[in-house]
């Protein structure tokens, strides 16, 4: 995380979220991953990587390493699910 960005790196590529775009941040529950299907995404031993939907999400941009601490960063355009290590992000982001 910088002063102004939300950084994601994921075997091979980095993405980032700028801060100023950030409505909210908050733990996924069950009804987020609720029908959760790919559309144009990759799984494996590295994770989870590119864009989903959910019954209740048209798209969720997808970048996690691992199956849980999954975080939905909203914000105006699209919707960032993440896997830190330490869900005190949360805090931070909604800063």
Known sequence: MTDTDIVLYNHGFKRKIP?????????VTAKDRNGLWR??????????????????????????????NWILIETERKNYIVSPENLDIIDVINK
């Open 39 to 68: 559309k144009f995404a990759v799984e494996g031993v590295w994770g989870y990587c590119g864009i989903y939907a959910s019954k209740i999400h048209k798209n969720l941009y997808i970048y996690a390493s691992q199956n849980k």
């Open 19 to 27: 801060k100023c775009d950030i409505l909210k941040a908050r733990s």
